[in-house]
């Protein structure tokens, strides 16, 4: 038997670690990956009996019977990681967006998941994007936080406003510039993102500033390592307190994690309280934080720009320092801002990433193998489920039917084990008679039973219609007629009653009527492009719907 | 001049530390304490140019002309934390609460600001506390996590359900352990506090059980350094992921500050992903994870309770395990949860014992110096102001005008700048004329301006009544027709006028007609401690209401 090794380092691969990621049912619940067992239920004596390297897996049998088994390209695979510290950000400074910022139509932002990806991927990235024509009403950012997370509700509420009201004695009232800094670094856990969106801007001046905080701190450490040192280990007493409230962290200026690497950074002079240190410490505490203040004040590292009526910033609050220029004429300025978190956020951007994958390989799928011959029918499979979409949407039908016509029969691009393409010639020999499953079982990675369970029950309403209508059966095609016998043939009265009760009968019967009208030889039908947008809008955007139940 | 030395290391004082602390009002928000300036405002070559000590102070005179003054008591003070480390926790075992968990009525909670910190403080320090007799209803976990903080929503929702329906095919069903684990250390930031609030539980078993991770980590550092050193090292990636949520958080099992101290355990193989590391790596971690994983199921650390319908279990989810025993026999449980966190809960803490000692200092008052004569009247100051309040209860009063009618000479007690009592002769003599405002200001630092302004308007409003009204100067004591020359007289038209437009002028010639009428000499009067509850319930209890506005 071949020793197993780790890809990496060519030793043996550790028992525990190997059996801790079995990928079996019994040790992972498949629909959310979470373990089933805990590392104390594994023997203490664990030990790999046998293993053998075959189809591209390993396979291992444990000294306690268990079974594994490993795709080798998951052995050798590589560590996807939170994206949390500087390794995973691109470092800026002000003239890397002489060609513009990041930003997007609110519209746009809505309607495209690409674009909606991009949005996120930038402040996960880069720190921050701007979205622009975003609705100039109340409470609006609360509903662009609502896009990829949660709000942070504190103790200025849910949302809190940002205000400079003319002085009418006083037209020359300049109101002053507000240095670069992060935001309620006296919080912990501080809130990771902040948004800012503008009601109003009729000021000239007060500008938004951002500033890479991470930059600035690669700077120091690059500059003045001692100096990074020192912030990366003093503990600083942010505090803030009024009437009723007193809230207090001690966190360092500058937050690396256990490998050293730059990960938050908090930066607010305003709120740091007294530290208690003896006269040495405090010396170099103060040294190096000058020496780091005075870096996230040069000119080079600042960004500005203007927010106008309908502009909306979120930005990375355990990263980028904001700021505001100084007003040069009076003139209302009104924000509303609002705290969320980093996690969620990325969490988003992954499923878009996900389902924008999805997308793609369902239309790689109707331009390649789905452009081949269709069980000898005179239509392509694409051209074929293309036609049963167009018919729903002539039909007036919903989007999650006319996504179901759309997929009716994505199963027959894959094995059901394999996932590799089923020829027509297969499906013709009675290969796969469950490709409604295999495609439902597909699609719910994505979509949700609106759209899945027709899918699963459309060759079933095949069978209830040629048991409950007689002139149904007689105007099949050939080859649905042939395929009918491999699938079950008509239900028996029995079976077709308890089809109709099924709460998705009525839909799977519609799609099926579609599919069977959907075999013209020369209908013109749209690219799948056309359809793209309906079925992004039907991918769950957010987690907070349509979650089964909480895991811990 | 002497050379201002730090108390704790006989050095000089760093410049920079010092001008950075200055209190005074240009350099720090006397509202809430943040500091007005940036640390890059002060010259590079800041240096004292002359300091005294005199009353008890440190005056200094800066290099750029600032001025600065600080008590001795503040230089030599200790420092105070935020309270999340290891040190300032009370670790425990299971036996620790042989007599008893740390347990409240609701309505004592609710009522009793004294109850309401007893329970925080032990979340705070032990890491958990129970609420008995929290009604059974729906969404009311949710209630109660507003008492001290703000719900942390996730892709789980505003709260979540934890239910085991019965069985009704298998009467013998047997719902498995779960072991113990800290919530989603998948989220990052992650929630530091749940909430577990029990709407029903007719099982037998499925107890909940608690494990301080703090006591198994120190455990682990004493018995196996090494070991804990790597918990300490290893960044784990921990993972969700189902259709519509992906979310990822490289963090350690065991998080220490940069001084070393424990400051979060997250614990869950559940939800463990992939280490991608060498395999000398991975055996280490593994050997160490599985020694941390034994020592959190050690008896002597599992405390086992139950909660029955109503109970709420709150407990710190970056220091405690939670788990639940099997079901020995069928019954529905059903709990619901949510999440929140630890600062806001201690922000509330340090309020809630802020205004427990005020409520302590105003008794002391009562019970002290207010026993003393009132200006020659027939009554104690404390016995005039109490009876004040019972005048206004009687009257039907809302509760803030009662706690006005008892508050409203809190002033004379004090000297405006030096805090100290002020006498009765002092008054006389027509040293002080501002009583109103100096009670005023003096409460305003914890009561609203529904209790604050009817005292501050007090004096005002015996001026306005004897403007307005003949009869009431003739009625005034000789005592009060003294200090009404004292006070500025009866107003002018003009000035009485203006005074009936202000918002709180009503309430405050009420108070004033109680504050007359209340001079009897033998009135029998209920102490102090009879109207603490409601002075109490007018203590701002949040920090949601009555938030000037939003410092960053």
């Given amino acids: 038997m071949p020793v197993p090794t780790s890809s990496t380092a060519q030793a043996p691969l550790p028992a525990f670690w190997l059996r801790d990621n079995c990928p079996c049912e019994q040790c992972r619940d498949p629909r959310n990956g979470q373990k089933l067992f805990q590392i104390t239920d594994l023997p203490e004596d664990l030990a790999l009996a046998a293993s053998t390297e075959q189809d591209g897996h390993l396979e291992v049998l444990w000294s306690d019977g268990h079974r594994s088994r490993y795709p080798l390209a998951w052995l050798s695979a590589g560590h996807r990681g939170d994206a949390r510290t500087e390794q995973d950000k691109r470092h800026w400074q002000g003239a890397d967006f002489a060609a513009g910022i990041p930003e997007a139509r609110w519209a746009d932002y809505l309607a495209d998941p690409a674009e909606r990806a991009a949005v996120l991927r930038a402040v996960q990235r880069l720190g921050f994007a701007v979205l622009r024509e975003v609705p100039a009403v109340e409470r609006q950012v609360l509903a662009v936080a609502g896009t990829f997370g949660y709000v942070r509700e504190t103790n200025y509420g849910e949302l809190f406003d940002v205000r400079v009201e003319p002085d009418p004695n006083n037209l020359a009232f300049t109101s002053v510039a507000i240095a670069p800094h992060t935001d309620n670094p006296y919080r912990d856990p501080v809130p990771t993102l902040q948004l800012l969106h503008c009601l109003e801007n009729a000021a000239v001046g007060g500008d938004s500033g951002l500033v890479d905080g991470f930059r600035a701190a690669e700077l120091l450490r690059s500059e003045a390592p001692g100096d990074f040192a020192v912030l990366t280990r003093t503990l600083v007493p942010f505090v803030f307190r009024d009437r009723v409230t007193e809230l207090r962290a001690d966190r360092p200026l500058i937050e690396t994690d256990p490998l050293g690497r730059i990960r938050e950074v908090r930066f607010n002079n305003r709120s740091i309280g007294t530290l208690r240190l003896p006269a040495a410490e405090l010396e170099a505490f103060y040294a190096a934080y000058r020496r780091f203040a005075a870096i996230t004040l040069r000119p080079e590292l600042q960004l500005e720009f203007r927010l106008d009526r309908g502009d909306c910033l979120i930005f990375d609050n355990v990263r980028l320092l904001h700021a505001r220029t100084a007003f040069e004429q009076d003139g209302s300025r009104h924000l509303q801002g609002c705290y969320a978190d980093l996690d969620s956020l990325a969490s988003t951007l992954a499923v878009l990433d996900r389902q924008n994958a999805v997308l793609d390989g369902l239309q790689e799928l109707f331009e390649g193998a789905g452009a081949e011959e269709y069980l000898g029918e005179a239509v392509t499979q694409a051209g074929h489920m293309l036609q049963a979409a167009v018919l729903a949407q002539r039909s007036g039908a919903p989007d999650h039917l006319v996504a179901a016509a759309l997929l009716h029969d994505v199963g027959h691009f894959f094995d059901a084990d394999s996932h590799r393409a089923v020829t027509g010639k297969e499906l013709m020999a009675g290969h796969d008679n469950r490709h409604s499953h295999t495609g439902a079982d597909w699609l719910a990675r994505w979509f949700g039973p609106q759209v899945t369970e027709p899918v699963r029950l459309h060759v079933a309403a095949k069978r209830y219609l040629c048991a409950v209508e007689p002139q149904y059966r007689a105007g099949l095609s050939a080859a649905s007629e042939f ?56 991918l769950a955007p957010l987690a907070v719907n349509g979650q089964p139940g909480k895991a811990s």
Same sequence: chains 1, 2.
């Fill in 483 to 538: 395929t009918l016998g491999v699938q079950g043939g008509p239900m028996t009265p029995a079976q077709a009653a308890e089809f109709a009760a099924l709460p998705g009968a009525e839909d799977a019967v519609a799609v099926r009527r579609w599919d069977d009208r959907a075999k013209e030889t020369d209908a013109a039908t749209p690219p799948f492009e056309h359809f793209r947008p309906l079925l992004a809008a039907l």
